[in-house]
């Protein structure tokens, strides 16, 4: 048996990427996953692939910008197995463009997702966590959580952001266990949402190299899998042809 089998595991932005890949590769490791996202077809679906291979899964429609909402998704998650063992905060949003641009409505959809959605997780799982007196935080910043660059300022400083509150919470806390997931260039839909021309072809030409979510995927596995007294904190995992 791994450290997974039998965890109670809920995952924000399911329905895609690396929450896709990462409720396929837990509940094949026999963790109990529990999935939100808005698109509640593609969860639809995500759980009976899962329960035709043997896995156990539900789903739940989430948006993390709503605080109740995720208050009810992790009550949720509680209430059908009767812990929490992990929650990731995996939405996230990329709208990239330069400041002068002014998409401010852009960036205020990064902060209302990228940071509010991760503080919402938070304040869901943890009163859960410390009555249990056990738990985990798998928190997804970036490569852009590290560095900076042109078209990458608010979405960098959301997800340097994400690092600062991972890290406040894991000092406050002595029996949860906290992680940070930064992902380099990843097979994904981020860029969709990117509307100024300049920073979509931008990406375009550095996604030529992306990873599949599957190697993320297989990252936060080994975080939840460790003994309860032993908390990787951090995990950068990017393309081995990535200069950044």
Same mark, same amino acid.
């Given at each position: 048996?791994?450290?997974?089998?039998?965890?109670?595991?809920?995952?924000?932005?399911?329905?895609?990427?690396?929450?896709?890949?990462?409720?396929?590769?837990?509940?094949?490791? %026999?963790?109990? $996953?529990?999935?939100? *996202?808005?698109?509640?077809?593609?969860?639809?679906?995500? /759980?009976? !692939? @899962?329960?035709? &291979?043997?896995?156990?899964?539900?789903?739940?429609?989430?948006?993390?910008?709503?605080?109740?909402?995720?208050?009810?998704?992790?009550?949720?998650?509680?209430?059908?197995?009767?812990?929490?063992?992990?929650?990731?905060?995996?939405?996230?949003?990329?709208?990239?463009?330069?400041?002068?641009?002014?998409?401010?409505?852009?960036?205020?959809?990064?902060?209302?997702?990228?940071?509010?959605?991760?503080?919402?997780?938070?304040?869901?799982?943890?009163?859960?966590?410390?009555?249990?007196?056990?738990?985990?935080?798998?928190?997804?910043?970036?490569?852009? %959580?590290?560095? $900076?660059?042109?078209? *990458?300022?608010?979405?960098?400083?959301?997800?340097?952001? /994400?690092? !600062? @509150?991972?890290? &406040?919470?894991?000092?406050?806390?002595?029996?949860?266990?906290?992680?940070?997931?930064?992902?380099?260039?990843?097979?994904?839909?981020?860029?969709?949402?990117?509307?100024?021309?300049?920073?979509?072809?931008?990406?375009?030409?550095?996604?030529?190299?992306?990873?599949?979510?599957?190697?993320?995927?297989?990252?936060?596995?080994?975080?939840?899998?460790?003994?309860?007294?032993?908390?990787?904190?951090?995990?950068?995992?990017?393309?081995?042809?990535?200069?950044?």
């Amino acid at each position: 048996m791994s450290g997974i089998t039998g965890k109670v595991i809920a995952i924000s932005g399911a329905s895609s990427g690396i929450g896709e890949a990462t409720a396929r590769l837990l509940a094949q490791k %026999g963790a109990h $996953v529990v999935l939100g *996202a808005r698109r509640t077809d593609r969860l639809e679906s995500l /759980v009976s !692939a @899962i329960r035709a &291979g043997g896995g156990s899964a539900q789903y739940r429609a989430l948006d993390v910008t709503k605080q109740e909402d995720v208050e009810a998704f992790v009550n949720f998650a509680q209430s059908k197995f009767g812990k929490v063992d992990v929650v990731i905060n995996n939405a996230g949003v990329m709208p990239l463009s330069p400041l002068e641009a002014l998409k401010v409505n852009e960036w205020n959809q990064m902060i209302d997702v990228n940071i509010r959605g991760v503080l919402h997780g938070i304040a869901a799982g943890l009163p859960i966590m410390k009555k249990q007196g056990f738990g985990q935080f798998i928190n997804i910043s970036s490569i852009g %959580g590290h560095a $900076v660059y042109p078209t *990458a300022a608010v979405y960098s400083a959301t997800k340097f952001a /994400v690092i !600062a @509150i991972s890290e &406040g919470l894991r000092q406050e806390n002595d029996n949860i266990r906290v992680t940070v997931i930064s992902p380099g260039v990843t097979e994904s839909e981020l860029a969709d949402s990117i509307s100024d021309e300049g920073a979509r072809e931008g990406m375009r030409k550095f996604r030529r190299i992306a990873i599949g979510p599957d190697a993320i995927a297989r990252a936060i596995a080994y975080a939840v899998e460790q003994p309860d007294d032993v908390d990787v904190n951090e995990i950068i995992v990017r393309p081995t042809a990535s200069p950044y």
